[in-house]
C-alpha cells in the first residue's frame, strides 16, 4: 500500500475514532497537532511517514485517567496499523512513540519521531490555541477560572484541578523549556509570549 494512501487510510480512521472526544483532543486538534509535525519535520531528521501516522492516533483513546490514554491509544493503534499494511518495525516505533508522548508520564520519548509527535503536541497546548482549549476543558468542568483570594497563586500550593489559571503555572509555562527539538523549541518560545502576554492582561482587569 502507497505512503499517500496508508496515511489517508489512517485520517479516515482517527476522524471516526475521535467524535466523542471533547473539543480539546478532538480531530481538529489532530490535524493542529499534524500540522505542527509537518512543521518541525522539515528541519529534523525523523522518519515523516512514522511521525505523521503517530499524530493521527496518538489521542484515539481518552479516558478520565488520561496517564492511561497514551497506553491504550498505542495498543489500539497497533491493531489498525497492521490492518493497513505497516511493517512490525513500523508498528514498534509508531507505538512508542504514542506510549512517550504524555506530559503527565514526564518522559522523554526514546525515539526522534516520539520527540517530534511530543513537540507538536505540546505547541498545541499553548499559544492562542492553547487559550482556548484550557478554558474550554476547564468549563466542561466546571472549574471557576482563578481563586478570587489568590488568582496567581503566590502564596498557596498550585492546584490546577481547582482554578483554571494554576494550569498555566503548573504546565502550560513549563513547555517551552521541556520541547525537544530546535524548531519545537523557537515555536514554543512565540506561542509562551502568547500566554505571559494573556496573564498581564487578565491581572490588570482582575
Known sequence: MEIVNQIE???????????????????EHVMRVYRNAERICKSENGNEKLILSAVLLHDIVKIKNR??????????SEKILKENY????????ISDAIKEHSFSKGKIPSTIEGKILQDADRL???????????????????????????????????????????????????????????????????????????????????
Open 9 to 27: 487510510n489512517l485520517k479516515k480512521i482517527a476522524k471516526s475514532k475521535l467524535t466523542k472526544n471533547d473539543p480539546g483532543h478532538d480531530f
Open 124 to 206: 498545541d497546548a499553548i499559544g492562542a490555541i492553547g487559550l482556548a482549549r484550557v478554558f474550554s476543558f476547564s468549563g466542561s468542568n466546571n472549574r471557576p477560572f482563578y481563586d478570587p483570594k489568590d488568582p496567581f497563586s503566590e502564596n498557596r500550593v498550585i492546584n490546577d484541578n481547582k482554578w483554571t489559571l494554576d494550569h498555566f503555572f503548573q504546565k502550560l509555562l513549563t513547555l517551552e523549556k521541556k520541547m525537544n527539538t530546535k524548531t519545537g523549541k523557537t515555536l514554543a518560545k512565540k506561542r509562551t509570549k502568547i500566554l505571559k502576554n494573556f496573564l498581564k492582561e487578565i491581572k490588570s482587569e482582575i
Open 67 to 76: 496517564k492511561d490514554s497514551a497506553l491504550k491509544s498505542a495498543k489500539l
Open 86 to 93: 505497516f511493517l512490525d518495525d513500523e508498528i514498534i516505533i
